[in-house]
């Protein structure tokens, strides 16, 4: 059973245009979801691009959070759960990593 603490949320700010388009972003799926809490749980490595909103990630089991928003790079690991308190709408593309 993987141990949350060892999970990390990366956050990259402000990724350059090249590493965007080398990972082919506006390729990838969309999803998005307006202000309020949301309990997640990631069973593949996530990687997404925030186009808008304003997240803070809390790991289950932590109160501390890792912020993230619109123009960021991040990724999730496998296995993470998590809350989003989410304060602006986010619109992002991801990807899933295949296992």
């Given at each position: ?55 803070r990630a809390y790991p289950k089991g932590s109160s501390e959070f890792v912020e993230f928003g619109a123009g960021d790079l991040v990724i999730i690991p ?22």
């Amino acid at each position: 059973m993987a141990d949350n603490n060892n999970l990390r949320i990366i956050v990259e700010k402000n990724p350059s245009e090249s590493k965007l388009s080398e990972l082919n972003i506006n390729c990838w799926p969309k999803w998005g979801c307006s202000p309020g809490k949301y309990q997640l749980k990631f069973d593949a490595e996530e990687t997404c691009y925030l186009l808008r909103g304003k997240v803070r990630a809390y790991p289950k089991g932590s109160s501390e959070f890792v912020e993230f928003g619109a123009g960021d790079l991040v990724i999730i690991p496998k296995g993470l759960s998590c809350t989003w308190d989410v304060s602006v709408a986010v619109d992002k593309h991801y990807k899933f990593e295949s296992s």
